[in-house]
Structures are given as structure tokens and as C-alpha cells.
């Protein structure tokens, strides 16, 4: 693979490593906490940032970039760095470039986890967040912005509210005040969408999610388009634009240019100092998840989109929202920026209201309930009970999670299967 461009299903299965004559074909497990060098000098450069290398694992291990390697290639980046969490990821993604004081725009349909991160645990370190309606107006969004407003941030599609952001209308917006877009990519993942060929500039993952597939390890990564020019606007960013005191005085803008600035900061500052890394033997994990990743997302989708049918045509339910029936308001969207499909997960109200929603979801025998999502194995939650039990009955309205929503996350069975389930489980109630 040296030196050659590949498509994405041969990037799945090759990127971020090419073995030596000799060498291991499988991607090797780094185990080791630290790494032995022969004298100071050669380590120090490595403090420096003037010399590539590994000295501790909580910064970076070689197993984890190699994997990292392989998400920046299949998004198309130019840098990326995994982590121990999507949670983690998020956090990193947006606290790299802002701190107390400062503000961030965000759409108010996003994970609960995310929203509770950025509306609570955030806001106690001084970063204001202002949540913004999805499908809000170019006009809306520009009066969202302060002077102080240091980036956006979206999901390509929302969990679990399933809304498919408008990826250009907010990039536009966001470069128009000169800030980056971060977009959550997890849902789509890249075999679906890039969003940096939609105008975003960071892309963020849980990693927990479809590209491991099979709920084995938990983690994140962030990806750099590398296209986003921080000197432009080196008055907004200064962490990234003047001196590092507490790395020798290094200006990551200046040193790393547009295309390594990002991630070197988050590495050497923040990885340092949070220690949010993701274990070599997950890493691991992951990449066989990566390596199937082109086969099995063209499957969650078609078993998505044919339970979404069905369920369209139930009596028993009350509504359904799947990007790709053409009843769904983002349709027309989702052609646009998902054209091969969105993903596995459906989102519906069961008429009846949360009493018939969980009456339904104790008859599946099939279909497991639990607060995992995008998995090999198909499984549903009550949002408004789990992960979003959070949020008051407005902000679950806000959020696109109204207390009657279930989540389904299709997995690889055969759909008529599913299909058979949901109705057995329906007919109980």
C-alpha cells in the first residue's frame, strides 16, 4: 500500500500499516507502558517534539496510532488520535480550542451524553454553549455567534433523534466567523459520509460503535482535515497560535502547520495532562472492527430500511423516523450527504405512549434491550429512560427525544427475523 491510493474497502482492510519483509501481517499489540532510548539526548528530542518516537503510552503507543492511521485515511484527514472514549473525543475536540470564558455553538440534536458534557460538566469550566435548532436558518445561525464563539459542533446523524445535519449550511456559517466545524461522525461513519468534502473541519467517533461492531472495546478518535488555517484567525486560538509555556514555548500553528497543529496540541497538552488513551489491546480490537467495516454497514442499513418499512405500515405505530423512507423530512438531505444509505438505527413511538413503549420492548425475544447501539447484535433502549433521562420534557423535545421514542439498532441478522419479532412483540400488547 506504500505510495498507493486505495478506495475505501481496501483502506478498511490494509491502511495504517504496511508489514516489512518478515514482519507481522496482523497489526502487532504494543503492550508497554514505556520505551527504552540509549541516551537522554534522543529521548529529550522527543520531549521537544523535535523527533518522532514513543517514551509513554499515556501520550502515544504505536499500536493505537497505526489504527489511527487507518480512521484518518478512511476519513481522509490529515492527522487523527484515538482515545479512550467518544466521550473523550468529544471533550478533547472542543476544549483543544476553547477554554473559561469562551463560547461554542451546538445543535440541540445531539447524544445525551454529549449535551450533558457540554451543558453541565463544561459549563462548570467556564465554556458557554449555546444549542441551536438543526434545521434552523442560515440567518438563525449567525445570530448564535459572539465574539468570543470558537467553534460548532454537529452529528452527521443525530442519536437518537436520527436528524441529518445539514453539514454545508452550518460549515459555511462557521467559516463565516472563522471558526472550524466539528461534525460527530459516528453513526454514518465514513463508508456512508465524509464530512470533510461537505466543508467540516474536525471530524469526532465513538469507536465503541460500528467501527469496532461487535461491543467488545470501548473508545474514540478525532481526525484533523488539516484544512482549517489557525494563523487566519490566530487572535480566536491562541493555545493553538502563541507559545506553550508548558511545552517549551512551541507555537503548534507555526511548528505543525495546518495540517499536524491540532492533534499535536491535543497529544502533548491535553493527552498528557487527562490521560484519556485507549489501550493498545483495544486498539487492536478495533482495527478488526475497521477491517469489516465496508461489509457490514451496507447490511445494518438494508435491515434499517426494511424494518422501517414495516413498521410505516403497522397500525400500532405511531410514527416512524428513518432517513431513508421517503415520507422522512430529511429524505431529501440524506440523498444529499448519505446517499448509500444512513445507518442501522430506527427510531419510533409505539401507540400508547412510554406504557406501551415498554410493554413492547419486554415481549422481544430477538432483539436485547440496552444501552448499546450500532452493534453486530440488534438491540432497542427508551432514550428518555437511559441515556437522555437527564434532560427535562423540554430539552427531550428539543433534543428530537420525546418521552415516547424507542431506538432499534438493527444489527446483522436477517431482517425478516427482526421483522418477526417486532411483530410477536406488538401482538402482546
Not at 484515538?82 to 478533547?92: D, E, H, I, R, V
Not at 413492547?360 to 434491550?369: C, E, P
Request: aromatic letters at 10%; hydrophobic letters at 35%.
Amino acid at each position: 500500500m506504500k505510495n498507493q491510493k486505495t478506495r475505501i474497502e481496501t483502506t478498511c482492510v490494509q491502511g495504517g500499516y504496511t508489514p516489512g519483509n518478515g514482519e507481522p501481517r496482523q497489526v502487532p499489540i504494543i503492550q508497554s507502558t514505556t520505551f527504552k532510548y540509549n541516551t537522554s539526548e534522543d529521548m529529550g528530542k522527543l520531549f521537544d517534539l523535535e523527533a518522532s518516537g514513543y517514551f509513554y503510552s499515556r501520550l502515544q503507543n504505536p499500536t493505537c496510532d497505526t489504527v489511527a492511521s487507518k480512521i484518518c485515511a478512511l476519513e481522509g484527514g490529515s492527522s487523527a488520535m484515538l482515545l479512550s472514549s467518544g466521550q473523550a473525543a468529544s471533550f478533547f475536540a472542543v476544549f483543544n480550542i476553547a477554554s473559561c470564558g469562551d463560547h461554542v455553538i451546538s445543535s440541540s440534536s445531539i447524544y445525551g451524553g454529549t449535551y450533558n458534557l457540554f451543558a453541565v460538566t463544561m459549563k462548570k469550566m467556564g465554556i458557554e454553549f449555546t444549542f441551536v435548532d438543526p434545521d434552523c436558518t442560515e440567518e438563525e445561525l449567525h445570530k448564535a455567534f459572539k465574539p468570543n464563539t470558537k467553534a460548532v459542533f454537529g452529528e452527521t446523524i443525530a442519536n437518537p433523534a436520527l436528524t441529518v445535519l445539514d453539514i454545508e449550511k452550518f460549515a459555511k456559517v462557521a467559516h463565516a466567523h472563522g471558526v472550524p466545524l466539528i461534525i460527530d461522525n459516528t453513526f454514518a461513519t465514513p463508508i456512508n459520509c465524509r464530512p470533510f468534502e461537505h466543508g467540516a473541519d474536525i471530524v469526532t467517533h465513538s469507536t465503541t460503535k460500528y467501527m469496532d461492531g461487535h461491543g467488545v472495546a470501548v473508545g474514540g478518535c478525532i481526525v484533523d482535515s488539516g484544512k482549517f488555517d489557525w494563523m487566519a484567525h490566530k487572535e480566536k486560538f491562541p493555545g493553538l497560535c502563541t507559545p506553550d509555556d508548558s511545552y517549551h514555548g512551541i507555537t503548534y500553528a507555526e511548528k505543525f502547520g495546518k495540517e499536524g497543529a491540532f492533534i499535536t496540541k491535543a497529544t502533548a497538552q491535553l493527552m498528557r495532562d487527562f490521560g484519556c488513551t485507549q489501550s493498545p489491546q483495544s486498539a487492536f480490537y478495533l482495527n478488526l472492527g475497521l477491517e469489516s467495516l465496508h461489509v457490514r454497514i451496507p447490511r445494518h442499513c438494508l435491515n434499517a430500511q426494511k424494518v422501517a418499512e414495516f413498521l410505516e405500515s403497522n397500525d400500532k405505530i405511531a410514527w416512524v423516523n428513518y432517513s431513508g423512507l421517503p415520507s422522512n423530512k430529511y429524505y431529501a438531505l440524506a440523498q444529499k450527504y448519505l446517499p448509500n444509505g444512513s445507518c442501522g438505527v430506527v427510531s419510533f413511538g409505539v401507540k400508547g405512549g412510554r406504557k406501551a413503549a415498554e410493554a413492547f420492548m419486554k415481549a422481544l425475544k430477538v432483539i436485547a434491550i440496552e444501552t448499546h447501539v450500532a452493534d453486530a447484535r440488534s438491540c432497542c433502549l427508551h432514550p428518555a429512560s437511559a441515556t437522555h433521562r437527564q434532560m427535562n420534557e423540554q430539552e427531550l423535545i428539543n433534543a428530537g427525544v420525546p418521552g415516547d421514542l424507542v431506538r432499534l439498532s438493527c444489527g446483522l441478522e436477517n431482517y425478516q427475523d427482526l421483522i418477526d419479532d417486532i411483530t410477536q412483540a406488538l401482538a402482546s400488547i
